[in-house]
């Protein structure tokens, strides 16, 4: 793993680059500033130079699992409720 240090503002087009390179991977971002001791860590996962996650770990597969299942089932009630009340006010 390669690792490169940077300037806060340079992370920005850093992940730019990345994306309009297509690349598929992991980015482990540490930041640490000079008042704080300890570091702040992000991870970004990039699909053909798309975030496909980010946050501060990458969850174990059957713990991402249930997340999606989760947010899929929260969003197909959404949507379900809002078909019935648009069905419902066409009449």
Do not use: C, W
């Not at 001791?37 to 990039?46: A, D, R």
């Amino acid at each position: 793993m390669k690792k490169h240090h940077f300037q806060r503002q340079q992370i920005k087009s850093l992940v730019e680059k990345i994306s309009s390179k297509q690349v598929t991977g992991t980015l482990i971002i540490r930041l640490q500033t000079k008042e704080e001791l300890n570091q702040k860590k992000y991870i970004l996962v990039l699909n053909n130079g798309k975030i496909a996650y980010g946050g501060s770990y990458i969850p174990k597969r059957n713990d991402f699992v249930k997340t999606l299942a989760h947010k899929v089932d929260g969003v197909t009630r959404m949507l379900l409720k809002n078909k019935l009340k648009f069905e419902n006010t066409s009449n």
